[in-house]
């Protein structure tokens, strides 16, 4: 059984800055890719960003580049995700997500994991 279990959402005025986090705890060989996904209301589920094994690619959406860093402290198995400027359309429900190997070395297997989300509110 794999958790995501994710802290730091809250509210914040426009112009400040938040800092996400997303655990992983359970069974498993590793955590690959972790990305944070956000939903408004009445909107689709969309990409913010997402961040390989080795912390070396990181993907952000348009919105957000420039803005938002991902990070990740793979011995934790935390990714972060600091975001500046905040600014009232970055309201929405943020998950983390992360692809998980489990099994043994030489018989492997991937799955897909959604943390609970986490409400973050930027006022005008």
């Known amino acids: 059984q794999v958790q995501l279990v994710e802290s730091g959402g809250g509210l914040v005025q426009a112009g400040g800055s938040l800092r996400l986090s997303c655990a992983a705890s359970?069974?498993?060989?590793?955590?690959?890719?972790m990305s944070w996904y956000r939903q408004a209301p009445g909107k689709q589920r969309e990409l913010v960003a997402s961040?390989?094994?080795?912390?070396?690619?990181?993907n952000y959406g348009a919105s957000v580049k420039g803005r938002f860093t991902v990070s990740r402290d793979n011995p934790k198995n935390t990714v972060y995700l600091q975001m500046d400027s905040l600014k009232p359309e970055d309201t929405a429900v943020y998950y983390c997500?992360?692809?998980?190997?489990?099994?043994?070395?030489?018989?492997?297997?991937?799955?897909?994991?959604w943390g609970q989300g986490t409400q973050v509110t930027v006022s005008s």
């Open positions: 961040i390989a094994t080795s912390g070396g690619i990181t």
């Open positions: 359970g069974s498993f060989l590793s955590v690959d890719v």
């Open positions: 997500n992360a692809v998980v190997t489990s099994g043994t070395y030489s018989s492997r297997y991937y799955t897909t994991h």
